[in-house]
């Protein structure tokens, strides 16, 4: 079983950056490692549907949503089982929890994220002022 843990989460005024991590515990013990699963970050704003927000497979490729492309680096320690998320020019429409995810098979293809993946953190809060 494995349990993810994300931390990094605060209020910024928009322009601002944050760097989001997500610690994936309990892989040690499991038949695979940490390099072979496949990890994404999704946010969810109050009133609106869970959106994928930055993709990066077990080879290191990555995707992003159009609405960050250009603003967020999603990056990976597989020495430490560690998730990044790195958040430049925050906007006010970022505001949202901020949740990792993690799967055995991609949670990216044709263009569109999965929300069905095996498991998930419990979420960090990202708020943005204008």
């Known amino acids: 079983q494995v349990q993810l843990v994300e931390s990094g989460g605060g209020s910024v005024r928009s322009g601002g950056s944050l760097r989001l991590s997500c610690a994936a515990f309990g892989v040690t013990y499991s038949s695979y490692t940490y390099s072979t699963l496949h990890m994404a970050w999704f946010r969810q704003a109050p009133g609106k549907e869970r959106e994928g927000v930055a993709h990066?497979?077990?080879?290191?490729?990555?995707r992003y949503a159009d609405s960050v492309k250009g603003r967020f680096t999603i990056s990976r320690d597989n020495a430490k089982n560690t998730l990044y998320l790195q958040m430049n020019s925050l906007k006010p429409e970022d505001t949202a929890m901020y949740y990792c995810?993690?799967?055995?098979?991609?949670?990216?293809?044709?263009?569109?994220?999965?929300?069905?993946?095996?498991?998930w953190g419990q979420g960090t809060q990202v708020t943005v002022s204008s």
């Open positions: 990066i497979d077990s080879d290191g490729s990555t």
């Open positions: 995810a993690a799967d055995f098979l991609p949670l990216y293809s044709n263009t569109h994220f999965r929300t069905g993946a095996a498991y």
